[in-house]
């Protein structure tokens, strides 16, 4: 079984920064695509960044150039570095990976979510 472990979500106060980070572990072949995405209390759950195995990276407009994904291939690691943080941003934060295993199949993976609360 292949699972995704998240962790780095907490509280900041407006403007402040967090690193969110997801540790893909099991019976793993490769990684494909790995991402991040949010979702507030009623709303869909949206993407927020997506990284390639090859390192090309693709964000949503609301967080362009506050938010960086990068990957540690070695690790099977993913982090979202937040900065700049909104009112709007606070959420569960969820990170997804296009896993190959032993199997000829590819499955995207999800971690359990993380929270993330942005208050003063």
């Known amino acids: 079984q292949v699972q995704l472990v998240e962790s780095g979500g907490g509280l900041v106060q407006p403007g402040g920064s967090l690193r969110l980070s997801c540790a893909a572990s099991?019976?793993?072949?490769?990684?494909?695509?790995m991402g991040w995405y949010r979702q507030a209390p009623g709303k869909e759950r949206d993407l927020v960044a997506v990284?390639?195995?090859?390192?090309?990276?693709n964000y949503a407009d609301s967080v362009q150039g506050r938010f960086t994904i990068s990957r540690d291939n070695a690790e099977n690691t993913v982090y979202l570095q937040m900065n700049s943080l909104k009112p709007e941003d606070p959420a569960v934060y969820y990170c997804?990976?296009?896993?190959?295993?032993?199997?000829?199949?590819?499955?995207?993976?999800w971690g359990q979510g993380t929270q993330v609360t942005v208050s003063s």
């Open positions: 997804k990976a296009e896993v190959r295993t032993i199997a000829p199949v590819i499955n995207d993976c």
């Open positions: 099991g019976s793993i072949f490769s990684i494909n695509d």
């Open positions: 990284i390639t195995s090859g390192g090309s990276e």
